[in-house]
C-alpha cells in the first residue's frame, strides 16, 4: 500500500469532525469532469506522481492522535486497492474515525468493509441519472445495477452515510435533477456541490452551474429528499 498525496488536515471532509484526508490513485471511472486526472489516470499498482509510504503516514497521524477526530479515505477509488482493509485496521488500531469516500461501483467490496464495522461514514458520489451514467463515467461495459445496489445498501441505515453529486452545466439539466431525486428520495443526506475548474479535468471547457440554477435545483429536489443541501457554494 503506497499513498499518492496527504490533506494533513481538513475541517470539511468529514462533517463535524476535525481530518485529514488521504488520497489512493487509481479509479475505475475516468468522469469528463474529475478535478485530478493525474490521480485517477495512474494504474492503483504503478507508482503515482507522489508516493507516501504507509509507515510513514502511520508515523504522521501517531503524531496527530488527540489533535484528529478521523482519517478519510478518498481517491481516485480507494475500493480498487486489495490491502484497503489492513489500512483501515492501522487507522482504527490509533483512534481515529474512518470515512470512506467511494463511487460505488465495487458494491461487493464496499459491502465487505462496511459490515466489518471497521467504517464509520461513507461519501458515495452519484453521478447523473441512470440512462447516462455510462456517458460520464466512460466505463465499458457499465452496469448501473450495481450503482443501485449501492444505494440501496446504504439507505439501510447500517452506516453514517451521504450522497453526493457535482453539477456540470454540459452534464445536468432539470431532467436529471428530477430522475435522481426521484431515484434517491427519502430522508439521505444528499448534498449539490458546486463544479471547481481545477485545470487539470479529463475533459477541458466544462461549466459550473449558476448559484441560481444551483438553488433552483436543489428546491426541486427537496420535493423528494428533504435533506438536499448545496456545499462548496
Known sequence: MHISG??????????GKIACTIFLNGCN???????????VLQDSLSKPFEWIELTQ??????TRQNKLDAVCISGGEPLLHNDILDLIEKIKSLGFLVK????GYLVEKLKQVVNTGLIDYVAMDIKTSKDKYAEITNYNNFDINKIMESVSFLKTGIVAYEFRTTLIKEFHTEKEIVELS????????????????????????LHALEDEEMKRFVSMAKEFVPNVQIRGM
Open 6 to 15: 496527504l490533506q494533513k488536515l481538513s475541517l470539511l471532509d468529514y462533517p
Open 29 to 39: 471511472f475516468k468522469c469528463h469532469f474529475c478535478h485530478n486526472k493525474d490521480l
Open 182 to 205: 426521484n431515484w434517491i428520495q427519502g430522508d439521505s443526506k444528499w448534498f449539490f456541490q458546486k463544479f471547481v475548474d481545477s485545470g487539470n479535468t479529463i475533459t477541458k471547457n
Open 100 to 103: 470512506l469516500d467511494t463511487n
Open 57 to 62: 503516514f502511520i508515523d504522521f497521524i501517531k
